[in-house]
């Protein structure tokens, strides 16, 4: 009985409701080759959830015509209100706008009944209760697969190259190994990015008395902890040597870390969860997704990154940067390694006053280890760096090589980074 009441005030707690008005609250987002078409989408994608929900599943009446354009009209009551949480322009073309809408249930089953469409359930209150939980978890899930979907568009026409190459050496018979160094450039879209999906992983989140909620009702939540420094980052690092460890170099950012604010956003669906990790791994790889290309049209492979030998049994990559949206908790598998902070480390047996860290810098060390002492410690989450970048920001920067026949050699007098479509 207790858990039944909890339910009831949870939904009522999220939404307002009245004997004669029952409402839900969305986050929707639409794209389109204007901001209103854009935003007419994301109103009509609101419409659609909570139609799906509460009064029909055959939602392909909202493709009618007579209704389609209507059915999101702020005066006839459908909706009641909206704000727009983000507006961005992709850049091969259109808008993306997502906004949080507060859809009248009541109205939009008069409404479609006056166009003639039979409701297949309208719902007690008790039902409506538990439908609102169900379309909050699954509004949500939808709106991180949409904003990320478009986050990664812009992401995927944010990045250049460029490369300098060395003087070659023999390696061995006609092959000669080419050195050079690669650095990889934000341009101005990434900023854009960063904002679209910052904004709305801010509006998506459980309010705290929604959490105690949760908690109370023994459903699971799942934390996801922002970092965000107070000014652009320039991306680059700078190298120190170990403590008592003088030829095993370190890598440390180039922000001071306790100018960086660090806070908390509770989701409600392991899917949302699952969909920000992929979202993650794909923004990665979107950082290396070129390919070296000469004058000739030769493609070259980075045979070989340069390493610093430390004792004789550690090798770290002598690469730098700071990707965006990195996650210290995330385990990078791909081909190029960033050095990144391993989360393993943070509070079992090691101090955020240990130097040993390569990247972790304290603030980020100390803010982790004691939401682990004053939060459930099963309470699963991610850490996301939220930042914006300077002009030409370095993400990345490795020392490669190439191994190339001499014939091939001879013909190259221009190499470049191509950064494919």
């Known amino acids: 009985m207790k858990q039944l009441i909890l339910i009831m005030s949870l939904a009522l707690s999220i939404n307002a409701y009245a004997q004669d008005d029952k409402t839900v609250t969305l986050v929707a987002s639409g794209q389109g080759k204007t901001q209103d078409e854009a935003k007419q989408n994301a109103l009509r994608s609101a419409i659609e959830q909570a139609f799906g929900t509460f009064i029909s599943s055959k939602t392909e009446i909202l493709n009618d015509n007579l209704i389609k354009d209507e059915i999101v009209s702020v005066a006839n009551g459908n909706i009641q209100k909206f704000e727009i949480i983000s507006e961005v322009q992709i850049p091969n073309g259109g808008y993306a706008t997502s906004l949080k809408a507060t859809v009248s249930v009541t109205k939009l089953t008069s409404f479609v009944e006056s166009k003639g469409v039979v409701v297949e359930f309208k719902g007690s209150l008790f039902s409506f209760n538990i439908n609102q939980l169900i379309l909050n978890e699954a509004n949500e899930s939808k709106a991180i697969e949409e904003i990320t979907s478009t986050t990664l568009n812009i992401i995927s026409k944010s990045f250049y190259g460029t490369i300098l190459p060395k ?45 105690n909620d949760y908690v109370k009702l023994k459903k699971p939540i799942y934390e996801i902890i922002l970092i965000s420094p107070n000014s652009p980052i320039d991306g680059k690092f700078a190298y120190k040597n170990r403590p008592n460890v003088s030829y095993c170099p370190i890598a440390t950012p180039n922000y001071n870390p306790s100018s960086c604010e660090f806070h908390s956003i509770y989701l409600r669906n392991k899917l949302s969860y699952d969909l920000l ?47 965006p949206f990195a996650s210290p908790n995330l385990k990078y598998k791909g081909e190029f390694p960033i050095i990144l902070p391993n989360s393993d480390y943070l509070c079992n047996g090691a101090s955020w006053n240990n130097e040993g860290f390569a990247t972790i810098n304290k603030s980020l060390a100390k803010y982790f280890c004691n939401r682990r002492s004053s939060n459930s410690s099963n309470v699963p989450f991610l850490v996301l760096l939220i930042h914006q970048y300077q002009k030409d920001g370095l993400v990345y920067q490795l020392y490669g090589s190439s191994n190339i026949l001499l014939s091939d050699l001879g013909k190259i007098s221009n190499i470049k980074i191509d950064y494919l479509k």
């Open 167 to 211: 003087d070659p050496f023999l390696k061995s018979g006609n092959i000669y190994t080419l050195p050079y160094e690669i650095e990889i450039h934000t341009n101005e879209n990434i900023n854009s990015a960063v904002k679209y999906l910052s904004d709305n992983l801010n509006k998506l989140s459980l309010t705290n008395n929604q959490v």
């Open 277 to 323: 990790i992929q979202f993650l791994n794909k923004s990665y790889n979107e950082v290396f997704k070129f390919k070296i290309n000469t004058d000739n049209n030769l493609v070259l492979n980075i045979d070989e990154i340069n390493k610093t030998n430390c004792n004789n049994n550690y090798k770290m990559d002598l690469a730098n940067g700071l990707i």
